[in-house]
């Protein structure tokens, strides 16, 4: 059997959007996880550039999910019901794109359903989405765009305010479009559903100088402060070698602690 692909990624968040705000201050304590699994021949192919993993690993850190995982899997059933299995037990939370829309190597429905060991049909709910959006459109309702409506048993249906063929929530697994903005609507709409947890704060210093001048005093720092995520981005500026250090946690008293002992040593090394 193939390896499902992994990749991973260190993200600065952007401030909090004010139509989140309201669940910022209802979330939790804990640590709530997610992964995403990108189900799609064109992505592994190279024919089609990946957009949404970025967005939605960013959307996560700004409620207070952690993405610990990426995945990305061809359009094959059974590669695909083995990464929702694996992921569906590690994490929180999966997010899958790709696979929901009308040919017949969107899969992705049926490849969640056998996950679940549950069947799959045409779903009256989603039916009486894309009839009326079909009829005022002058378009046939052919097996292909039926497709659209079939949905898993037990499954929760996600809204999608664009083309509106929905996505569909089962269990822990969140299933949405691969179509870029397609899937931010949808990933918009399922959002107030989901549990949140500590939001993750970030810190950058930016330094005018290599990444290997300062990489010693770095590692060394790491080891004071071991449960801070700790990361060195090499950039050019002016024409110049620079580096960023980001400092993450979801603990803002220590996150400031560390940064304030990072600063005072690069400013002792005249780095800052």
Do not use: W
Not at 55 to 80: Q, S
Not at 92 to 102: L, R, S
Not at 158 to 164: L, R, T
């Amino acid at each position: 059997m193939r390896r499902c692909k992994r990749i991973r990624y260190k993200l600065v968040p952007k401030r909090l959007s004010t139509r989140y705000m309201g669940m910022a201050q209802v979330q939790g304590n804990d640590i709530v996880t997610a992964a995403v699994l990108v189900i799609g021949d064109e992505i592994l192919s190279g024919r089609t550039k990946d957009k949404n993993i970025g967005y939605i690993a960013e959307h996560c850190t700004k409620i207070g999910i952690l993405v610990r995982e990426v995945r990305i899997v061809p359009d094959d059933e059974d590669e695909i019901v083995a990464a929702v299995n694996a992921l569906r037990s590690r994490y929180d939370y999966v997010f899958t794109t790709g696979g929901i829309g009308p040919t017949h190597d969107d899969i992705t429905a049926d490849a969640i359903a056998k996950a679940f060991g549950v069947k799959i049909d045409v779903d009256p709910r989603a039916l009486a989405l894309l009839l009326p959006y079909y009829e005022k459109r002058g378009m046939e309702v052919t097996p292909a765009r039926l497709r659209m409506a079939r949905i898993p048993e037990g499954a929760e249906l996600i809204e999608n305010s664009i083309s509106v063929a929905p996505g569909f929530m089962l269990g822990n697994v969140i299933t949405l479009a691969g179509i870029p903005n397609v899937m931010q609507v949808m990933l918009d709409a399922v959002t107030p559903r989901l549990r949140t947890g500590k939001k993750m704060h970030s810190v950058a210093i930016d330094l005018q100088v290599p990444e290997g001048t300062v990489a010693d005093i770095f590692a060394e720092h790491q080891k004071a402060y071991p449960t801070i995520s700790m990361g060195s981005y090499p950039v050019f500026r002016d024409n110049k070698p620079s580096t960023q250090l980001v400092l993450r946690s979801t603990d803002p008293d220590l996150l400031a602690e560390a940064v304030d002992g990072l600063k005072a040593k690069l400013s002792a090394k005249g780095m800052l």
